[in-house]
């Protein structure tokens, strides 16, 4: 017997033995019947109806194949029901007043009598129904569990069967991809001998098609670029004036492994180490960019191939692509396409055959493995006519495990059919000693010491007290350039740090022996110095430098001068500024003020990059040292405890970037986007804030928005434009523009944008002054915007907004586009919020069949589903 033909008989035995209660008690009711009335008798005559029919459909049971023994007692009990269907049928015929005789008092006596006499069997009959009530009761419990085991079961076989058939189909699209990519490639082959699995970039030339692959090549190029590529290698200190000339000395030396000699020779790898802040970027740099690096390596071996030089300076404190592999790779191959652009197809063959193939250009993102597959496709490939050099600086920046980079950078030397030449450089921890100890290397800390010399003697000679001093005292003015010098212990960037304040002092006129107190009370190590620099701080500005250095730490990438100076701004001032661009003057005014405020706050540890100042400029560590330093949870905590636990820097870069919402000159939606996004993630942050001031900062936000989008001519092509013709009638919201769309198919407003992004506390304090939850007709319902599209990081639905939203009147059952809540997909939950909302919307439901099915399919849960919605 198949499950769900039982189940369709067991319905109609419950709904017999419900026919049934209800024909015995009516019969009941009759014969107690007291002014001899028979007002039941045309309702027993339907029930009566009704129950010879389904008398009859349990006389015929349908048939089954195999039926279990469950099924068979089933079909047993239905048996032994329609005996007794018929004997109840011929008692009610035998009390049933017939319809062509009249209703006098003495046939409605006897027909009393007639009942009375037969109650007897009648009150038999209920009590063997009451036994049926239970058997078939207990039956259906056990064909349910059974039925349920089966159907899981089955979802399973039909699953697999599905997956499959999904994987079948999988093949035979990789088959039909290989086809035409195979006919592609026959289309470019000149040769019958050649490998068809690989392009050949001179058969593309050959064939015509070198328009085509010059445009596939420069769109590929555009695409692999990134904003922040070259950024670390144009902040990295140039080298003060003849320093670090040593590196490409020829001669041998002890101390150190000659560079020429390796970039001439056909060993792969060169490590340059040194101590933290002793000058290995600056160094890098200079082989990065100097032209003797190239015309070594176009020496002596090898000198027939030609040198294809690639570069990648990572950096801790900037953004992921900056201290990533990925970040690492895809600029390392942007630079060898840039060089080697015909290279591209053979490079990206998958995207070559799309774009050669349908003219369309894939801006799907690189996946880290697509990368790295065509990484070393390229260089396998670009190995047969050239050789490749890469500089790689700051392998203890890398945010990973640097076992990860010492393994990739290992594997990348050892391509097959490829020349590779890599010099590198980091720190001396343990882990890249092991590693690259045994290739050429140099210690720079080692070598730097006539540098030094050089570099201080110049900056003294430079300062007028200087001169005086070496005018009245030539010997101590030379000792102190050599005590400065061997003090720093080859550490660069402590020099530069002391040679400034010894300038200060010298222009302050200080006394010699002045000037050795101050150098002898001087930290020889980074650590020590940065602490005294702390320390030094004036008592006035101590707080206001730890505010300074807590919004540059919770900013957690770089951060530019402008939003650093409207972060210091005071709250009165944001809140009260209208919405009108500030002038070029004014704004480069309010910056370098702060670069002025921050450099004597922060002493130095964080400054403003010099090249090129602009509102853009970025606010950084002046070291990697520096960050290590202060991010210290001794150090942190010092800092900290300088300003009172309620101030809250995110909340400081939330008025900043509202502030240049309002403040900063038009922009496109990149640019609000952009903006917003910061406001909305900073606001999220800001927890220790009073509750009223955010809210008074979102209505400006609104406010903001709304004044600078009804700014822009509203055009037909415009996204505004096409709201406005979408919805005649409704005014638009700046949320449902462009890019800073709230993704509904309707308008929406604000609220809709506040629920989306869970901010609890705003509606609670709205709906508190009045606020309606009932929208407009035509905009979309704040509880679509709760549940089905929260914009939360998480994307996880706030039940306590959909309870406030449901207590307040919003209606699950509210129909907009056409469309129910329950029309939409269930939202991507975890199944304990998910029961929680759909208790919700059931309780406000108001009894309507509202609810998402659980996840799977079972009868079990499909029936507990539809007893739910049935209640």
Same mark, same amino acid.
């Given at each position: 017997?198949?499950?769900?033909?039982?189940?369709?008989?067991?319905t109609?035995?419950?709904?017999?033995?419900d026919f049934?209660?209800?024909?015995?008690?009516?019969?009941?009711?009759?014969?107690k019947?007291?002014?001899?009335?028979? %007002?039941d008798?045309a309702?027993?005559h339907?029930?009566?109806?009704?129950?010879?029919?389904?008398?009859?459909?349990?006389?015929?049971?349908?048939?089954?194949?195999? #039926?279990?023994?469950?099924?068979?007692?089933?079909?047993?009990?239905c048996?032994?029901?329609?005996?007794?269907?018929?004997e109840?049928i011929? +008692?009610?015929?035998s009390?049933?007043?017939?319809s062509?005789?009249?209703?006098?008092?003495?046939?409605?006596?006897?027909?009393a009598?007639?009942?009375?006499?037969v109650?007897?069997?009648?009150?038999?009959?209920?009590?063997?129904v009451?036994?049926?009530?239970?058997?078939?009761?207990l039956?259906?419990?056990?064909?349910?569990?059974e039925?349920m085991?089966?159907?899981?079961?089955?979802?399973?076989d039909?699953?697999?069967s599905?997956f499959?058939?999904?994987?079948?189909h999988?093949?035979?699209?990789q088959?039909?991809?290989?086809d035409?990519?195979?006919?592609?490639? %026959?289309?470019?082959k000149s040769?019958? =001998?050649q490998?068809?699995?690989?392009f050949? #970039?001179?058969?593309?030339?050959?064939?015509?098609?070198e328009?085509?692959s010059?445009?596939?090549?420069?769109?590929?190029?555009?695409?692999?670029?990134?904003?922040?590529?070259?950024?670390?290698?144009?902040?990295?200190s140039?080298?003060?004036?003849?320093?670090?000339?040593w590196?490409f000395?020829?001669?041998p030396?002890?101390?150190w492994s000659?560079f020429p000699?390796?970039?001439k020779?056909?060993l792969?790898?060169?490590?340059?180490?040194? @101590?933290?802040?002793?000058g290995?970027?600056t160094?890098m740099?200079?082989?990065?960019?100097?032209s003797?690096?190239e015309?070594?390596?176009? &020496?002596?071996?090898?000198?027939?191939?030609?040198v294809?030089?690639?570069?990648f *300076?990572?950096?801790?404190s900037?953004?992921?692509?900056?201290?990533?592999?990925?970040?690492?790779?895809?600029?390392?191959l942007?630079?060898?396409?840039?060089?080697? #652009?015909?290279?591209?197809?053979?490079?990206f063959p998958?995207?070559?055959?799309?774009f050669?193939?349908?003219?369309?250009?894939?801006?799907?993102?690189?996946?880290?493995?697509?990368?790295?597959?065509?990484?070393?496709?390229?260089?396998?490939q670009?190995?047969? $006519?050239?050789r490749?050099f890469f500089?790689?600086d700051?392998?203890?920046?890398?945010?990973?495990?640097?076992?990860?980079?010492?393994?990739f950078?290992?594997?990348?030397?050892?391509s097959p059919?490829s020349?590779?030449?890599?010099?590198?450089s980091?720190?001396?921890?343990?882990?890249f000693?092991?590693?690259?100890?045994?290739?050429p290397?140099?210690?720079?800390?080692?070598?730097?010491?006539?540098?030094?010399?050089?570099?201080?003697?110049d900056?003294? @000679?430079?300062?007028?007290?200087?001169s005086?001093?070496?005018?009245e005292?030539?010997?101590y003015?030379?000792?102190?350039?050599?005590?400065?010098?061997?003090?720093? =212990?080859g550490?660069?960037?402590?020099?530069s740090?002391?040679?400034?304040?010894?300038?200060?002092?010298?222009?302050n006129?200080?006394?010699? +022996?002045?000037?050795?107190?101050?150098?002898?009370s001087?930290?020889?190590?980074?650590e020590? *110095?940065?602490?005294?620099?702390?320390?030094?701080?004036?008592?006035e500005? +101590?707080?206001?430098?730890?505010?300074l250095?807590?919004?540059?730490?919770?900013a957690?990438?770089?951060?530019?001068?402008?939003?650093?100076?409207?972060a210091? %701004?005071?709250?009165?001032t944001?809140?009260?500024?209208?919405?009108?661009?500030?002038?070029v003057d004014?704004?480069?005014? +309010?910056i370098?003020?702060?670069r002025?405020?921050?450099?004597?706050?922060?002493?130095?540890?964080?400054?403003?990059?010099?090249?090129?100042?602009?509102?853009?400029?970025?606010?950084?560590?002046?070291?990697?040292t520096?960050?290590d330093?202060?991010?210290?949870? =001794?150090t942190?905590?010092k800092? &900290?405890?300088?300003?009172p636990?309620?101030?809250?820097?995110?909340?400081a870069?939330?008025k900043?970037?509202?502030?240049?919402?309002? &403040?900063m000159?038009p922009?496109?939606?990149?640019d609000?986007?952009?903006?917003?996004?910061?406001?909305?993630?900073?606001?999220s942050q800001?927890e220790?804030t009073?509750?009223?001031i955010k809210?008074?900062?979102?209505?400006?936000?609104?406010?903001?928005?709304?004044? !600078?989008?009804?700014?822009?001519?509203?055009?037909?092509?415009?996204?505004?434009?096409q709201?406005v013709i979408k919805?005649?009638?409704v005014q638009?919201?700046?949320?449902?523009?462009?890019?800073?769309?709230?993704?509904?198919?309707?308008?929406g407003t604000?609220?809709n944008?506040?629920?989306s992004?869970?901010?609890?506390?705003?509606?609670?304090s709205?709906?508190?002054?009045?606020?309606?939850?009932?929208?407009?007709?035509?905009?979309?319902?704040?509880?679509? $915007?709760? !549940?089905?599209?929260?914009?939360?990081s998480?994307?996880?639905?706030?039940?306590?907004?959909?309870?406030?939203?449901l207590e307040?009147?919003?209606?699950?059952?509210?129909s907009?586009?056409g469309?129910?809540?329950?029309?939409?997909s269930?939202p991507a939950?975890?199944?304990d919020v998910?029961?929680?909302?759909?208790?919700l919307l059931?309780?406000?439901?108001k009894?309507? $069949?509202?609810?998402?099915?659980?996840?799977?399919?079972?009868?079990?849960?499909?029936f507990?589903f539809?007893?739910?919605?049935?209640?």
């Open positions: 017997m198949e499950p769900l033909s039982a189940l369709a008989v067991a109609s035995v419950v709904q017999f033995v049934a209660g209800k024909l015995l008690s009516g019969s009941t009711r009759l014969y019947s007291a002014d001899g009335r028979f %007002e008798h309702d027993l339907t029930i009566t109806q009704t129950l010879s029919k389904l008398s009859g459909d349990l006389q015929r049971p349908p048939k089954y194949d195999s #039926p279990s023994q469950h099924i068979q007692e089933l079909r047993d009990l048996r032994d029901a329609s005996l007794v269907a018929e109840l011929e +008692k009610l015929n009390i049933k007043l017939q062509d005789k009249s209703r006098t008092r003495w046939r409605s006596g006897l027909q009598l007639r009942s009375l006499l109650q007897e069997r009648i009150d038999n009959l209920q009590e063997r009451n036994r049926f009530r239970q058997q078939l009761t039956s259906l419990v056990v064909i349910l569990r039925e085991y089966s159907s899981q079961y089955d979802v399973n039909r699953l697999e599905v499959t058939v999904f994987q079948e999988i093949k035979e699209n088959l039909w991809q290989t035409i990519g195979r006919m592609i490639r %026959e289309q470019y040769d019958p =001998s490998d068809s699995t690989q050949s #970039p001179p058969n593309i030339t050959r064939f015509g098609l328009e085509q010059d445009r596939f090549a420069r769109l590929m190029l555009q695409f692999m670029k990134y904003t922040e590529m070259g950024e670390r290698h144009e902040r990295i140039d080298r003060h004036r003849k320093t670090f000339e590196i000395h020829e001669t030396n002890r101390a000659s000699q390796w970039l020779g056909l792969p790898l060169y490590w340059i180490t040194g @101590k933290a802040g002793a290995k970027s160094l740099k200079l082989l990065h960019d100097d003797r690096t015309q070594y390596l176009s &020496k002596e071996s090898c000198s027939k191939v030609p294809v030089k690639a570069g *300076f990572l950096w801790n900037g953004t992921s692509m900056q201290m990533s592999q990925h970040g690492l790779v895809q600029s390392l942007f630079q060898i396409l840039n060089v080697c #652009p015909e290279m591209t197809p053979s490079t998958d995207r070559w055959e799309t050669s193939l349908l003219g369309s250009f894939s801006t799907v993102e690189l996946s880290w493995t697509e990368l790295l597959q065509s990484f070393r496709r390229c260089i396998q670009i190995g047969k $006519s050239k490749l500089l790689i700051g392998l203890d920046e890398y945010a990973g495990k640097p076992g990860d980079i010492i393994g950078l290992k594997q990348t030397l050892a059919n020349i590779i030449k890599m010099c590198i980091s720190r001396p921890w343990t882990v000693e092991d590693a690259f100890d045994s290739n290397s140099l210690h720079i800390h080692e070598l730097t010491l006539p540098d030094m010399r050089l570099f201080i003697s900056r003294f @000679k430079e300062n007028a007290g200087y005086a001093l070496k005018g005292e030539p010997d003015a030379e000792q102190l350039i050599e005590d400065v010098a061997q003090k720093a =212990s550490v660069f960037l402590w020099v740090l002391v040679v400034e304040l010894l300038l200060a002092a010298l222009s006129g200080d006394r010699i +022996k002045d000037l050795q107190k101050r150098l002898q001087l930290p020889p190590d980074l020590g *110095f940065f602490q005294k620099i702390l320390d030094s701080q004036e008592p500005h +101590k707080e206001h430098a730890s505010q250095f807590q919004v540059f730490r919770a957690m990438k770089p951060v530019s001068i402008t939003t650093f100076t409207f210091d %701004e005071d709250t009165d944001i809140l009260n500024a209208e919405v009108s661009p500030v002038s004014q704004l480069h005014f +309010k370098d003020r702060m002025r405020r921050l450099n004597s706050r922060c002493k130095g540890l964080i400054e403003v990059a010099q090249r090129n100042f602009s509102p853009n400029s970025s606010v950084e560590y002046l070291h990697r520096v960050k330093f202060m991010e210290k949870e =001794s942190w905590g800092v &900290k405890a300088m300003t636990s309620t101030f809250d820097p995110h909340f870069l939330c900043s970037f509202l502030m240049q919402l309002k &403040k000159p922009y496109d939606m990149s609000l986007e952009a903006l917003l996004s910061e406001f909305i993630s900073r606001i800001s220790s009073v509750t009223d809210i008074v900062m979102l209505d400006q936000l609104d406010d903001t928005l709304n004044h !600078i989008i009804s700014q822009e001519t509203i055009k037909e092509t415009s996204p505004i434009g709201q919805y005649p009638g638009p919201h700046w949320t449902h523009t462009g890019q800073l769309s709230h993704e509904t198919f309707m308008p604000f609220m944008f506040v629920v992004h869970r901010y609890f506390w705003y509606l609670e709205k709906i508190s002054q009045g606020f309606q939850v009932k929208q407009a007709k035509g905009l979309a319902p704040l509880l679509y $915007s709760a !549940i089905i599209r929260p914009h939360a998480n994307e996880q639905v706030d039940v306590e907004i959909v309870k406030c939203l307040h009147g919003a209606d699950p059952n509210e907009f586009g469309r129910q809540i329950w029309d939409f269930r939950i975890n199944m998910y029961q929680k909302i759909n208790d059931l309780q406000y439901g009894g309507s $069949s509202v609810g998402w099915p659980m996840k799977s399919k079972s009868f079990f849960h499909r507990k539809r007893s739910r919605k049935a209640k």
